[in-house]
């Protein structure tokens, strides 16, 4: 080889190494970046895992906020899974329930999650959840279905900017996961 060809070479390598070490710090801040661009854009409002205590909001009879209820399955879950209204029309500070119905359609004993989301993300820290059946696993014995209330207020302090909010809920089947603990 001539000593053009390994200069070339050389350099080459040197790319390769840096695209390489690149995609690897990409990667790594992947989680940080899609975290900002979510708090930034309000996508994926984070939801609390537990239930709040109820606290005496003072009602904004002269607001009014749409919440719609959406509901999901993962593609694995062989369950029937919707909400017992599609919208609701709210006043802040007022406590609402809203009944979910879900059913195991195998005949297995199926433990399965309902992991909850808020849009916009920016409205998730005033949107208060007193009772959920997302707070933990449940369990459906073969071919159980079951109502399940969720108990909600949304905090007076929201941004008047906001007018919709959409609480949605996706099922997982965890029942392998949960036998394996």
């Known amino acids: 080889m ?50 709040v ?13 749409t919440v719609e209820f959406m509901t999901a399955l993962n593609e694995a879950t062989a369950m029937v899974f919707r909400s017992e209204m599609k919208k609701l029309k709210v006043h802040p500070g007022e406590y609402y329930t809203v009944n979910f119905y ?5 005949d297995k004993v199926m433990v399965a999650q309902a992991i909850p989301s808020i849009s916009p993300g920016a409205a998730a ?31 007076p302090d929201l941004p008047e900017k906001y007018k919709t909010i ?6 997982f089947d965890n029942t392998e996961a949960s036998v394996k603990k």
């Open 2 to 51: 001539n000593e053009i060809t390994k200069q070339k070479n050389a350099k080459l390598v040197r790319i390769l190494v840096f695209v390489v070490l690149g995609m690897f710090g990409f990667g790594y801040a992947l989680v940080p970046i899609y975290d900002v661009l979510c708090e930034v854009t309000g996508l994926n409002g984070k939801v609390e895992a537990s239930a």
């Open 53 to 65: 205590k109820d606290v005496g909001y003072e009602i904004d009879k002269n607001r009014e906020i």
């Open 102 to 106: 879900a059913e195991n359609k195998t």
């Open 125 to 155: 820290e005033f949107f208060k959840k007193t009772e959920c059946f997302c707070f933990s696993e449940q369990t459906f014995q073969p071919r159980e279905g079951r109502t399940m209330p969720v108990r909600f207020v949304v905090n």
């Open 166 to 171: 959409t609480l949605a809920y996706t099922f």
